[in-house]
Each structure stands twice: as C-alpha cells, then as structure tokens.
C-alpha cells in the first residue's frame, strides 16, 4: 500500500465539505477496491472528523498564514521558556490572546464560506487547538496537516499525544526546528551549495558491474519493508534540538504562569475599578430617580389640587353666563309692571 497515494486521498477528502464526507470516502475505496483493496480498506478506515477539527482543516486549507503566524509566536514563545524571560513571556501572552481571537474570527469567516457556521462551543474548541499549536511542536505539524480529527490539547510541558487527534499520524509532514541556526553548519564554505551530496558508504567504483551491483542493491533496500516508527518519531522528522531538562521546562511554565498570573491580576483589577465606577454612577442615577419621583409627586398633587379648582371654576362661570339671562327676564317683568301701573 503506497503510504503516498493514502495521503493524497485523505488530503482530498478531509479538504472537502463535512456533510459530503462519508459518500466521499465510501466512492474513493469503491472505486480503489478493483485496483488495491488494501488501500481501499485504509481509505475506509479514516475516521470523520468533528465540526470543530473540519474548521480548523479548512483554515489550514484556505488561511494558511494565519496558522504560520501563531506557529511563529509559539516558537518564540518556547525561546522565552527556555530563558525564563518572565517580561517577554507576558508580552507574549498578550500578543497570543490577540492572535488567537483573530484566528478564531477567521476560522468561522472561513467555515461560513465553505456553508457551515461554528457556535460559540466549538469556536471554543478551535480556540483550545490554536492554542496547542503555539505551545507543542507535533501539535503545530497535526493542525496544519489539514487532517486533523478531533480537538487537540497542550500545556507546554509534555508532549502532546496525537493518537486519534489526527488521521495519518505517521505520514505528518516534518517539523522545523524552533530556533534557526545562528551561523551556517562548518561544512559549508561561502558560495557552496547547502543541499548535501549523496554519501559514499564504501570505496569508491568506477567500473560499470560496480555501479550496476550499488544500483541493485538500492532497488532491493527499497523494496524491503520499512519498520513502522514510533508516533511521535514518525511525527518529528526534522531536526530538533534537545528539549530543556524537566526542571528546566518546569521552571519555565513557573514563569510563564506567574506571567499570566500578573496579567490576570491587572486585568482583575481593571475591572474592579471599572466596577467601583460603575457602582457610583448607579448610586447617582438611584438618587436621581429618587429625586424625580418626588418632583413628580408633588407635581401630580398639584395637578390634582389645579383640576379640582378648574372645575369649581367651570361651574361658577355656568351660573355666571346664566346670571344675565335671569337678570334680564326679572328686569322685563320690572318693566310691564310699571306700564300697568302707569296705565291705571
């Protein structure tokens, strides 16, 4: 079974849509079964990953910028530990939890593209593994493969272990050293070339039954099987220098703990100011609705005592328009009366 070709065909399907994923899989070993069924039954056996890890799959596939630059933070970060430089392991944080909110945001964009949303619990989850990715190098390799099966956790002390986090665990690509070399290797003199030549194992022939006996012999090295590596061997190809020793990584998360606890008192107590203040603006806005309510107590009795004089108002102003009607008939009967008396 070509470990390439499996590869290949994981790449294609963990690339595409969630919801397309099992007939994805199911027409690839159909279709693989007439030619290799060993592939076949590989290709069958890769398991669908959760809506988180297909998010963060996507932004491998589409926003690969965006994981190169926390995979850049977290190699600076590991050189922080490595020093126990407390300041710049608190510059560091801050700027991760920047960095990460951005990815997180991108992450989603990216998923809406593709027709899929992310909830805030499984923004959550892809959070946790961009995270991993800035602390533990087999985490950087396992999220950018693209491949990845499920949320992947690291605490920058232990090695992660990716056993059913990521599919193809020993097909992941090599990672790099966290720290570049200050100075090229001693064997190389200006203007060589940096790509080395192929060694030479014994003496040197020059006759053609040499050369074709060294060209047999690598045919038949390669066609032997080769012996399965270990996980985490098979994940770290590239060079990698030695890790600190535990005490040394131990007092490394110390500083960056006590980093993030100092920040975290800062923020706490930024908000407490900000709640003092806050708790003082209500008093006030409190007082002031005391206030107000009385004004418009006094102000409702008011109106109460004004309704009750504009009615007492309204009817002496009846009896005062009905007043020169009376008036006016009693001075009338006045009048015929004296032209009686005055006839007589």
């Given amino acids: 079974m070509e470990d390439e070709a499996l590869a290949d065909i994981a790449d294609r399907l963990y ?83 920047i960095m990460l909110a951005d990815a997180v945001d991108t992450a989603k964009s990216v998923a809406r593209e593709q027709g899929r949303s992310i909830s805030d619990a499984m923004a959550s989850d892809v959070e946790e593994s961009l995270r991993a990715l800035t602390a533990d190098e087999g985490a950087a390799s396992a999220v950018g493969s693209g491949r990845l099966l499920k949320v992947v956790s690291a605490d920058g002390v232990n090695d992660v272990d990716l056993d059913g986090v990521v599919a193809l665990p020993g097909l992941l690509p090599a990672t790099p050293s966290v720290r570049p070399l200050t100075a090229p290797p001693h064997d190389l003199k200006p203007g060589a070339s940096k790509t080395p030549g192929p060694r030479s194992i014994g003496p040197k022939s020059t006759t053609p039954g040499a050369a074709t006996a060294r060209t047999r012999t690598t045919a038949e090295d390669s066609s032997e099987p080769k012996p399965t590596k270990p996980r985490l061997e098979a994940v770290r190809q590239g060079p990698r220098l030695a890790s600190p020793p535990a005490l040394e990584r131990a007092r490394a998360a110390l500083a960056e703990a006590r980093a993030a606890e100092e920040e975290a008192l800062r923020l706490a107590g930024e908000l407490q100011e900000q709640e003092e203040r806050m708790r003082a603006e209500i008093a006030e806005l409190q007082q002031q609705a005391v206030e107000l309510r009385t004004r418009l107590s006094a102000t409702e009795e008011s109106l109460d005592r004004s309704r009750k004089r504009l009615a007492a108002t309204s009817a002496e102003a009846k009896q005062a328009v009905r007043a020169p009607g009376k008036a006016g008939r009693t001075a009338m009967l006045a009048q015929e009366r004296v032209l009686r008396l005055g006839n007589n």
């Fill in 15 to 97: 690339a595409g849509s969630l919801d397309d994923f099992v007939a994805a899989r199911a027409a690839a070993a159909k279709e693989l079964a007439r030619q290799d069924k060993d592939l076949a039954a590989a290709v069958r056996g890769l398991p669908k990953p959760s809506v988180a890890a297909w998010a963060i799959n996507m932004l491998a596939r589409h926003r690969q910028d965006v994981l190169a630059g926390l995979g850049e933070l977290g190699s600076r970060m590991r050189a922080a530990q490595d020093s126990l430089d407390a300041p710049a392991l608190r510059e560091l944080g801050r700027e991760r939890r």
